[in-house]
């Protein structure tokens, strides 16, 4: 690839999207080989195509593999981001809330409505997100990827703390909404808690769950980030 060409689309485009052919989706994928790819569409405009790539979408075109173009298009006439409304859509394709590895996770509350979390202890929004779950806990039952971000140096040792609390949940409160250290785990757990926390990095990393908190819902929803409107709505439904 010779040249990038950033750009911000600013068209009204049909909603509606044809299908692309083998042949389009190889030559596509062989354009760019190291993007992990995880759909390509017919874009709204003519010879283009729309590649994304998890919560990144390019467009391209096939007789051109020297340029791309990154961005989003915008419909005009209602202010949607139509590009960001495909790659929620992807997203809930993506991931299966009966397919995660519940077993790793740390689990609290019995509410009916269940909802996986992955966070870092240390990250402001996860914090505030805490206190949000604190809030409706008897109404779900979450639970906990805890997966520390290179930005926050002490949430590895907070993970630690946490999956060797003999009271995860009075843990996770202790650490993430008084801001207060918890036990010290002896040697051996910690041993055991870094391989659990390396095997969830690794899982997040497979999945393209990169930033906290990412929130996969019992009905496969994703709420990316402390989104409260999408958390009442997901509470609310019946």
């Known amino acids: 690839m010779k ?10 485009v049909s909603s509606s999207f044809a299908s692309v052919t083998p042949q389009i989706e ?4 062989a354009m760019l080989p190291n993007t992990k790819i995880t759909e390509i569409n017919v874009a ?18 096939p007789q051109n593999e020297s340029e791309i173009i990154v961005g989003h298009v915008l419909n005009i006439k209602t202010m949607q981001d139509e590009t960001d409304l495909r790659i929620s859509a992807e997203k809930n394709k993506r991931y299966k809330f009966t397919q995660l590895p519940l077993s790793k996770a740390i689990k609290v509350g019995n509410g009916k409505k269940q909802i996986a979390v992955f966070v870092d202890p240390d990250c ?41 609390s003999t009271n995860p949940s009075k843990a996770i409160d202790t650490i993430m909404i008084k801001k207060l ?5 002896d040697k051996a757990c910690i ?6 926390i390396a095997e969830l990095q690794k899982f997040s990393s497979e999945n393209g769950i990169n930033a906290t ?3 996969i819902t019992d009905s496969n929803t994703v709420i990316g980030g402390f989104d409260t409107n999408a958390l009442d709505n997901y509470l609310g439904a019946k």
């Open 3 to 12: 040249k990038l060409s950033i750009l911000f689309l600013s068209l009204f």
């Open 26 to 29: 190889s030559q596509i994928k």
């Open 44 to 61: 709204p405009f003519p010879g283009m195509y729309e590649v994304l790539a998890g919560d990144n979408a390019f467009y391209v075109n």
């Open 124 to 164: 402001p929004y996860c914090q505030q997100l805490e206190l949000y779950l604190n809030k409706n806990i008897n109404k779900l039952t979450v639970y906990y990827f805890f997966i520390p971000l290179p930005m926050h140096p002490m949430a590895k040792e907070h993970i630690e703390q946490i999956l060797c």
């Open 181 to 185: 250290q918890a036990d010290t785990p």
């Open 191 to 196: 041993e055991k808690a870094d391989k659990q």
């Open 213 to 215: 908190p990412f929130i």
